[in-house]
């Protein structure tokens, strides 16, 4: 079993989506099965462990020792990605400003 | 060489936050207006700029195809523009140090930085360092700290992801008196509406910047997986109905605002254009007792 310390590779505070791609790299050509151990990871953005989750899901690697923020921010994000996303409807209309006195008067007019 | 000049207000004050960019429009027209080669901007009149004036300004400035000279900043302005670059923008490349920045841990404010689009190591840095600086310049208490990181890393992640940009931008400002942190985060590449032409998506729908600023602030992304379109969504949600703080985006011929009172897309007229994307994030550093940043990141 291959286990990938993502700490090692990228820090404790994980932020960029890309950063995602060191991982997918470091997996390349292992063929047994493979865990990404989280341990000491103290933050991950919610676009890094989207990215994260795509990688292991394709794989089938299993994502452990998480803890704390990092363990709830993973858990979100996988329900999120089962779940019918909710988009809101775009209904409401765009204003329009047609010069700059348009544009004065909307600044002094909003709350 | 003809020159023309231009008055640089005193912007003080944003509190209808976008609002700074009523004056900021004007200078930019009257720029671009301007039929010679060098622009003057004359700070005679100016005393105190704003963040979320100054630091559009200063992108603005190092975009602009015009030769633009500043003129006639009093000493304390002028001491000013130099700390915080001003005229050039604080560059950023892989051998920043944690400890280069110290200097403004006991200020209230960053210098205007500028990174490079193409190295995520470089800007994940910027975003812990830039973070680490606020700290010790508000000392915000423990629970700001993942939803700022929250906030940060979503956007700066959209500059890399879909802009198209060579740069970014960030620069940050603790206004005492108010109790906020007030964020400017911008890139140089296509705008939001260039990203929904080139991936061919919702074009049926989007058919102008503002309907395009609309879009991408409510989940439609230009990726087009249904995993995909939290980012700015969610971060307007803890930003303004969490913490209580107010949200603009500027983009192309549009911007987008958010604040408690409400939230809609405006498109401005046909001569002012803005290339490239900035966001305003006005943050409380009171937040409110009950706040628990992960009753905004779901559905």
């Keep these: 079993m291959s286990r990938i310390l993502v700490k090692e590779l990228l820090g404790e505070d994980i932020r960029s989506r890309a950063n995602a791609n060191k991982i997918k790299t470091e997996i390349t050509n292992i063929a047994s099965p493979i865990i990404i151990d989280m341990q000491g990871v103290i933050f991950v953005s919610r676009s890094f462990s989207d990215e994260l989750l795509s990688i292991a899901d394709a794989i089938s690697a299993k994502i452990v020792n998480t803890d704390g923020e990092v363990k709830t921010m993973i858990d979100i994000v996988r329900r999120s990605r089962s779940m019918h996303k909710e988009r809101v409807a775009i209904t409401d209309n765009v204003i329009e400003l047609n010069d700059m006195n348009s544009v004065h008067d909307y600044f002094s007019s909003i709350r | 060489m003809m020159k023309s000049s231009i008055q640089i207000p005193s912007v003080s004050r944003d509190e209808r936050i976008g609002s700074v960019f009523n004056q900021l429009f004007s200078i930019i027209s009257k720029t671009e207006l301007s039929e010679d080669d060098v622009v003057e901007w004359d700070f005679s009149e100016t005393e105190f700029l704003h963040p979320f004036f ?77 973070q680490s600086i606020i700290q010790s310049q508000t000392e915000y208490g423990k629970s700001l700290q993942a939803p700022l990181s929250y906030i940060l890393s979503e956007i700066v992640c959209n500059i890399n992801q879909h802009s198209r940009a060579k740069h970014g931008y960030i620069y940050c400002q603790y206004l005492k008196k108010e109790r906020t942190i007030n964020i400017c985060i911008a890139d140089d590449g296509d705008g939001v509406l260039s990203s929904y032409i080139r991936t061919k998506l919702h074009l049926k729908d989007v058919l102008n910047d503002a309907i395009a600023l609309k879009y991408a602030n409510n989940g439609y992304s230009t990726k087009g997986l249904p995993e995909r379109g939290f980012g700015l969504r969610t971060s307007r949600s803890i930003l303004v109905n969490g913490l209580g703080g107010a949200y603009f985006m500027l983009s192309g011929n549009a911007f987008y605002r958010h604040q408690k009172d409400g939230e809609g897309a405006v498109l401005l007229p046909p001569n002012i254009i803005w290339d490239g994307t900035i966001v305003l994030l006005r943050i409380p550093i009171d937040i409110p007792k009950d706040f628990c940043l992960y009753n905004y990141l779901e559905n």
């Design chain 2, 54 to 130: 100054i630091a559009p300004l200063s992108i603005y400035k190092q975009s602009c195809y015009k030769r633009i000279e500043c003129c006639n900043k009093n000493s304390m302005v002028e001491n000013y523009h130099r700390t915080i670059s001003f005229d050039d923008t604080f560059k950023i490349n892989d051998e920043l140090q944690n400890d280069a920045l110290n200097y403004f841990r006991g200020k209230t404010y960053t210098p205007i930085f500028s990174f490079p689009t193409n190295n995520v190591a470089i800007s994940d840095k910027l975003e812990q360092i830039v």
